[in-house]
Structure formats: structure tokens, C-alpha cells
């Protein structure tokens, strides 16, 4: 990822960025998809599956009908494959979101330090100045992930409400939902916000403070890993609350929306506070790993395909200033 430094420093290119960010994306989605499905059921799920008293049997049996839905009952690669709904619509949207996250981000680390380098060091000093502004970078780009929402709204519902969608195109569901589809816009951007600083931040933070590096684009594989993981850690558990309401609004079939402020209120009121943090241990433990991938490999390619498309003479970037 392009750094913050002197004159000597350069800022990667942006066909580079978007190599690596999108490879990214598609080696995520992948390796991730049904990982992500089963997340995403979980948080969608209202009853409780393993009862005090009851037998552990009939919780395994209700996790399984949460999970693999209507392909429960069925054989194991069915079951398996009953992971991969719409996956058209995460392809888009994953691509899409990385290319934007992953590639967007040094473009506007690169407009905060030419800009705004001084105020941010003024205000927190050398080295936490370029982290929070790193961060601060990851936030605005956070923000602006809401454009994507349709194709992440018809993911969730085809991984959690599959009959929402059943027998519509997708140019169907674009002509009759219209607006509908950004349902939940300010409930993501409000997640994304302080998930994509924590992202971001946590990464600069392992880089600078653990790692001792002044340029991050000189990042071994191993210290893109590991800051990958304190991003991806902070990411996640700062958003989780966030998160649930956002995937409940979005899980809500199109002729029956519910506001957020009604599902917040029926959280507490029937599930407590802990229903905020449902599905939190599978994200860090299994979705975790996801984002820990993705960021890694975007941060690993971004520097290889700017070294690669500079040495071709197809890209030639500036100094930065």
C-alpha cells in the first residue's frame, strides 16, 4: 500500500491497485463464499439452537436447519453446495468492494498526505499521525462502500431469504426495488465507518509500532500478514453490532421492510444485549481469516504489480510530494 514519507517515496500506480485488489477479491471468493453463507445465516437466525435442557442432538439438528436450510436433510455435497447462493451477486459485489476498499484507500491516503500531512502530525505526533491518517483514509473509503449496497443486499438475501429473489433477473429486481435496494444505507455506512478505520488503522498500527516500518509498501509477506490480523481483528469486533442490524434489515423480504431502530428495539426486548455480538466468535474465527486473506494478498500483489507494470514501462509513476 502506498506510504506516507518524503520526496523519495513513491505512490504505487492505479492499474497496479486494482490488479491487486481485484485478484484479491476473486481469490476470496473462492476460498470464502460458503464460509461467509453460514455467518450470515447465523446472524440471521432469532431463536436460540442449543436450549439449556434439551439434548444436544436436537441442537445439532437446528444448527443444521440454519445452515443448509431446505438442503439439511440432503447429502453432504448437497448440503455443501447449498453454500453457494447468488453467487453471481457476491462475485460483483466482492470484486467490486475490494477493487474499491483495497484500491481506493492509498488514493485517498495519497490526498490526506499531500494535503493534510502537516495537521495530522501537529495534531498526534510522527508516528501516530501516519496511522491515524491511514485510518482516517480507510473510514472515508468505508463511507462511500454504501454505492455498492444493492449487490451486497442481493447477496444477503440470496444467502439467507433466497424466495425474496426466486424467479426474478437481476435487471427485474433493479426496475421494481429501486431505491429499496440502498434499504439500511445509513445502518452500513455507520458499520463501515469505524470497521473500515479499525481495519485500516489496526493494520498501520501493527506495521509501525510492531514491525518499525517507515515505508509500508516494503512489507515482507509475513508483517502484511500479521497486520492483517490486527486489522482484521479490530475490524470486525468494532463493527459486530453494527453489523447484525445492518444484515437483519437486509435479510427482510422487499414488501415488508423494518427500520432499524425496530429491529435494534426488538433485539433487546427479546434477546438482550448479546444479540448485538451473535455470530461475532464464527466472523473472527472463520470470517476472520477472510478478510485477513484478502487484505494480505491485496497488500502482497499491489507492490509486485506496480514493480512489474513499472518495469515494463506500462505505468511510470512520480515521486510523491
Not at 9 to 19: D, I, L, Q
Not at 230 to 249: F, H, Q
Amino acid at each position: 500500500m502506498s506510504p506516507i514519507g518524503g520526496k523519495s517515496k513513491h505512490s504505487e500506480s492505479g492499474v497496479a491497485r486494482v490488479m491487486g485488489s481485484g485478484c484479491s477479491g476473486i481469490l476470496e471468493l473462492l476460498c470464502f463464499h460458503p464460509v461467509d453463507t453460514v455467518a450470515k445465516r447465523l446472524m440471521s437466525n432469532h431463536q436460540p439452537i442449543f436450549v439449556p435442557g434439551s439434548p444436544l442432538s436436537q441442537g445439532i439438528a437446528k444448527m443444521n436447519a440454519v445452515v443448509f436450510k431446505d438442503a439439511h436433510a440432503q447429502s453432504v455435497g448437497r448440503r455443501y453446495l447449498s453454500l453457494f447462493p447468488g453467487l453471481g451477486f457476491a462475485a460483483g459485489y466482492k470484486v467490486l468492494q475490494r477493487v474499491y476498499k483495497f484500491g481506493g484507500q492509498p488514493f485517498v491516503m495519497d490526498y490526506l498526505n499531500r494535503n493534510h500531512r502537516d495537521s495530522f502530525v501537529k495534531t498526534f505526533g510522527e508516528k501516530t499521525g501516519k496511522t491515524i491518517m491511514f485510518a482516517t483514509a480507510g473510514s472515508l473509503v468505508g463511507i462511500g462502500e454504501v454505492a455498492l449496497l444493492p449487490l451486497d443486499v442481493l447477496k444477503i438475501k440470496s444467502q439467507t431469504n433466497p424466495e425474496a429473489l426466486k424467479g426474478r433477473g437481476i435487471f427485474a429486481i433493479f426496475r421494481d426495488e429501486g431505491l429499496g435496494l440502498y434499504r439500511g444505507g445509513m445502518w452500513t455506512a455507520a458499520r463501515n465507518a469505524p470497521g473500515s478505520f479499525a481495519l485500516f488503522g489496526g493494520a498501520a498500527f501493527v506495521k509501525e509500532y510492531l514491525c518499525g516500518l517507515k515505508d509500508y509498501s516494503k512489507a515482507t509477506f509475513m508483517q502484511n500478514f500479521y497486520s492483517s490480523i490486527g486489522g482484521a481483528v479490530a475490524s470486525i469486533t468494532v463493527a459486530a453490532p453494527l453489523d447484525v442490524v445492518k444484515t437483519r434489515i437486509q435479510n427482510k423480504p422487499f414488501d415488508a421492510p423494518e427500520s432499524g431502530m425496530s429491529i435494534i428495539t426488538k433485539m433487546v426486548r427479546n434477546e438482550g444485549f448479546g444479540a448485538f455480538f451473535k455470530g461475532l466468535t464464527p466472523k473472527i474465527l472463520v470470517v476472520g481469516p477472510k478478510l485477513v486473506f484478502s487484505f494480505t494478498i491485496a497488500q502482497q500483489l499491489i507492490p509486485i504489480f506496480h514493480g512489474f507494470f513499472e518495469s515494463q514501462g506500462i505505468t511510470k509513476t512520480q515521486p510523491m510530494v
